[in-house]
């Protein structure tokens, strides 16, 4: 079996504070995310997911993938998810300078602005330079990393593996990363419905990503 590192390192999470990797609580919350849509293939059939457990979430959306499909992204918003930016172009930022990766940040932040007000960022990859971030914070964006990891996207990944790599590392706070992708499809299919029951059947609760200023 692919031996993957899903549980974000403590040491990681003390080299980088200015990050929100997890969100410490004492209730039973989990604090589920969903990256790189909308898609209309999963993006809906993730909703309706979520719908039947009571659960809300946080999709960061990539702006591209808004501005085609505006009417999946209303329907986000409509289910009372919150919304985070994942930049329009999918960028890695460790091959991006400095402005251009700003710039596509800002574009897809116009979109976003017109439904919600929201300054939830996830790097793409997880790659960002510290001068990129730096800035990001300075104008106010709130940079959510993560706990856990599925890995649904990884095709070398079996349906399996997907789950418990999530039931295996989960707590109370995480915020665990799937993708309402195609690339992700067959993974998040199986496992997504299964954690919702699991963590439902312990008394957890599924909540969106809301940070005070």
Not at 32 to 51: C, Q, R
Not at 181 to 207: I, R, T
């Amino acid at each position: 079996m692919k031996i993957t590192p899903t549980k974000t390192p403590l040491v990681v999470k003390k080299m980088f504070p200015n990050y929100i990797w997890d969100i410490p609580t004492e209730q039973k919350t989990i604090y589920l995310t969903f990256d790189d849509g909308p898609t209309p293939e999963i993006t809906h059939w993730t909703l309706n997911t979520l719908k039947q457990y009571n659960a809300k979430a946080t999709f960061f959306c990539i702006g591209s993938n808004i501005e085609k499909h505006p009417d999946i992204f209303q329907d986000i918003i409509n289910e009372g998810h919150s919304i985070g930016n994942h930049t329009y172009n999918h960028l890695k930022g460790w091959k991006t300078q400095k402005q251009e990766y700003i710039d596509d940040v800002l574009k897809t932040q116009s979109s976003i602005e017109h439904q919600q007000t929201s300054k939830l960022f996830r790097p793409p990859y997880g790659k960002i330079k510290p001068k990129q971030a730096n800035e990001l914070i300075q104008m106010g964006y709130k940079i959510i990393m993560w706990d856990v990891l599925s890995f649904d996207w990884d095709a070398t990944i079996s349906n399996a593996a997907c789950l418990e790599n999530v039931i295996s590392k989960t707590k109370k706070g995480s915020i665990i990363v799937f993708h309402d992708s195609l690339k992700a499809a067959s993974n998040l299919q199986y496992a997504l419905p299964k954690v919702l029951e699991h963590y439902s059947n312990l008394g957890f609760s599924f909540k969106n990503i809301v940070i005070p200023d």
